[in-house]
T-cell receptor
Framework: DTAVSQTPKYLVTQMGNDKSIKCEQN?????MYWYKQDSKKFLKIMFS???????INETVPNRFSPKSPDKAHLNLHINSLELGDSAVYFC????????????FGEGSWLTVV | AQKVTQAQTEISVVEKEDVTLDCVYE???????LFWYKQPPSGELVFLIR??????QNEISGRYSWNFQKSTSSFNFTITASQVVDSAVYFC?????????????FGSGTQLTVLP
């Protein structure tokens, strides 16, 4: 069974569109994350939610808005997509307790044309 | 701010060779956690190991072994008798506390290519 699942896996869309990536985890974790991997493979955190509360909000454009309807889901909505938003977006989850392993989804490849 | 350095951008070896991937970190935390993740060509991020700062014992798991040296702030990863399936990007990461959460700071990754 998939532990952290995100959809869609591939997304090609035009500049200016609005799109969402959904994420669900069935691990019983209380903390979820969104990470972005750029074309050079560099991974950087975007957001972190704990029990539906926003904990970490790195410097990302306001066009990116995470939404956590419950602690098993963390969706990422992106408005007015730009070419520079093309990247792989990884959802992840962990237990809140110190040092717990963060498990990642399979990634969503977003291409803006 | 913490930092993770993987100085080897790309490594290429022939199958059955041993290879070591280097990781050097910086942190002011006294308690911290180090990780290695593997990203195969299919793109997913696979957890390999977690090590806390109080446990300096080396660990071996099959052909994989990890050498944690607090004195040199290094957490190196060795693959013994490499195989073609080991070809992937390997990331070292450091976990820090941010408020009530923790976040991972990743190194830039090492692309390992194992040739048949």
């Amino acid at each position: 069974d998939t532990a952290v699942s995100q959809t869609p896996k591939y997304l090609v869309t035009q500049m200016g569109n609005d799109k969402s990536i959904k994420c669900e985890q069935n691990l019983g974790h209380d903390t979820m994350y969104w990470y972005k991997q750029d074309s050079k493979k560099f991974l950087k955190i975007m957001f972190s939610y704990n029990n539906k509360e926003l904990i970490i909000n790195e410097t990302v454009p306001n066009r990116f808005s995470p939404k956590s309807p419950d602690k098993a889901h963390l969706n990422l909505h992106i408005n007015s997509l730009e070419l520079g938003d093309s990247a792989v977006y990884f959802c992840a989850s962990s237990r809140r307790t110190t040092g717990n392993t963060i498990y990642f989804g399979e990634g969503s490849w977003l291409t803006v044309v | 701010a913490q930092k993770v350095t993987q100085a080897q951008t790309e490594i290429s070896v022939v199958e059955k060779e041993d290879v070591t991937l280097d990781c050097v970190y910086e942190t002011r935390d006294t308690t911290y956690y180090l990780f290695w993740y593997k990203q195969p060509p299919s793109g997913e991020l696979v957890f390999l190991i977690r090590r806390n700062s109080f446990d300096e014992q080396n660990e071996i798991s099959g052909r994989y072994s990890w050498n944690f040296q607090k004195s040199t702030s290094s957490f190196n990863f060795t693959i013994t008798a490499s195989q073609v399936v080991d070809s992937a990007v390997y990331f070292c990461a450091l976990s820090e506390a941010v408020g009530s959460a923790r976040q991972l700071t990743f190194g830039s990754g090492t692309q390992l290519t194992v040739l048949p």
